[in-house]
Structure formats: structure tokens, C-alpha cells
T-cell receptor, first 114, second 110 residues
């Protein structure tokens, strides 16, 4: 069964450093997403991406964040100047269509900022 | 802004009984509503999707209802099993994103 894969599974970084979280969406999917989940809280939408550009982003997704699809398979989330409050699980997801279809989520990257 | 409320943070149900989880939302009704399961430390896993013109959807032991007048969805698990213990997330499928509720932690007691 096809799946979304994320690497690394756990990332520890110093405050102020930059991190890149990587995702390989399902190959025939066209829509890609990043979500985050702070411990004990809900899964929050960050950004959606289609046709090599951002289609929607939340208030959380400010200038500190950026996304990229550097090649035909990877989808990355870059977080610059990490802060303690960026510590969370980050989930990548992909879907075949914009709406009305299931989203497939990866297993997440646990980011710990120290 | 759109709000999603799931009825309780935690729900304990005896094995074999039917578990019913509630999702209420404010503002406009989405074209689609989805339910996901999330286990600790894992990503959400899709369970069911229901369209605004559908009243009910079933899949094996799962049933979802969608009432756009009440702005409410009910999620039922019949003949519940300990393996059904997880957090269940209600999600509104809107434009370019899915918005999740906080979830209900369901414990099926043997």
C-alpha cells in the first residue's frame, strides 16, 4: 500500500538553528500539506501546496517557514531561526484532489528545539 | 473563524457496546466532513468521508451521520473492541485544507 514517508523521525536542534523536514508524498498525488501538532494539542494546518506553489497557508506559517518541492518526489518544510515553541510533531500529507478525498499522512517528524 | 468541537476529551465504553462520538461545528457547512483515527505518536489515518448531501455513511463497524441543519456529525463504532481505543478526529474538508477538531480519546474497556 502506498504511503507518505517522512525523515527524520526525530530531530533535535539548538534554538536559532535552521531545520529542514523532508517528506516523500504518494507518487500520483498532486496536493501536499504540512501540519503540526504540539504535544497534547490538536493537529493544526500549516500550508497546502499544489502545482509548485503555495495554495493556502495559516497564520502560523509566517516568514520563518518555507516549503519547496526541489525535485519530482520530495516535499520539504524549512524552519528558520527555530524557537522553543516550534517543538512539535510535524506531519506531511498528500491527496489526489483538492477536496472530497482522503488525505494520507506520514508518521511525522518530532522536532525538539533546545 | 470556523470552530470544531468534539463532545468530550475522553470517553470510556465497555467492550461490545456502541461508541458514539459527536462533532459540532460553527459557521458555514463544509462540502465534506471526514473522520480520522490517531494513535499515540502516529499520524492521522483516514476512516470515512461523508458529503453534505449524504445523511449517513457506513463502513464495516463504522457509521457516520452528517446533519447540516444542526451542524453536527455523529461517529459510531458498533461492537467495540479494545483495539478501537484511540483518538478520533473530526475534520472539515474545506477548499485547500482539512481542519481538525481536538479529537476524542476513546477507551474500550475489556
Amino acid at each position: 500500500e502506498p504511503e507518505v514517508t517522512q525523515t527524520p523521525s526525530h530531530q533535535v536542534t539548538q534554538m536559532g538553528q535552521e531545520v529542514i523536514l523532508r517528506c516523500v508524498p504518494i507518487s500520483n498525488h498532486l496536493y501536499f500539506y504540512w501540519y503540526r501538532q504540539i504535544l497534547g494539542q490538536k493537529v493544526e494546518f500549516l500550508v497546502s501546496f499544489y502545482n509548485n506553489e503555495i495554495s493556502e497557508k495559516s497564520e502560523i506559517f509566517d516568514d520563518q517557514f518555507s516549503v519547496e518541492r526541489p525535485d519530482g518526489s520530495n516535499f520539504t518544510l524549512k524552519i528558520r531561526s527555530t524557537k522553543l515553541e516550534d517543538s512539535a510533531m510535524y506531519f506531511c500529507a498528500s491527496s489526489e484532489a483538492q477536496s472530497g478525498t482522503e488525505a494520507f499522512f506520514g508518521q511525522g517528524t518530532r522536532l525538539t528545539v533546545v | 473563524s470556523q470552530k470544531i468541537e468534539q463532545n468530550s476529551e475522553a470517553l470510556n465504553i465497555q467492550e461490545g457496546k456502541t461508541a458514539t462520538l459527536t462533532c459540532n461545528y460553527t459557521n458555514y457547512s463544509p462540502a465534506y466532513l471526514q473522520w480520522y483515527r490517531q494513535d499515540p505518536g502516529r499520524g492521522p489515518v483516514f476512516l470515512l468521508l461523508i458529503r453534505e448531501n449524504e445523511k449517513e455513511k457506513r463502513k464495516e463497524r463504522l457509521k457516520v451521520t452528517f446533519d447540516t441543519t444542526l451542524k453536527q456529525s455523529l461517529f459510531h463504532i458498533t461492537a467495540s473492541q479494545p483495539a478501537d481505543s484511540a483518538t478520533y478526529l473530526c475534520a472539515l474538508d474545506r477548499d485547500d485544507k482539512i481542519i481538525f477538531g481536538k479529537g476524542t480519546r476513546l477507551h474500550i474497556l475489556p
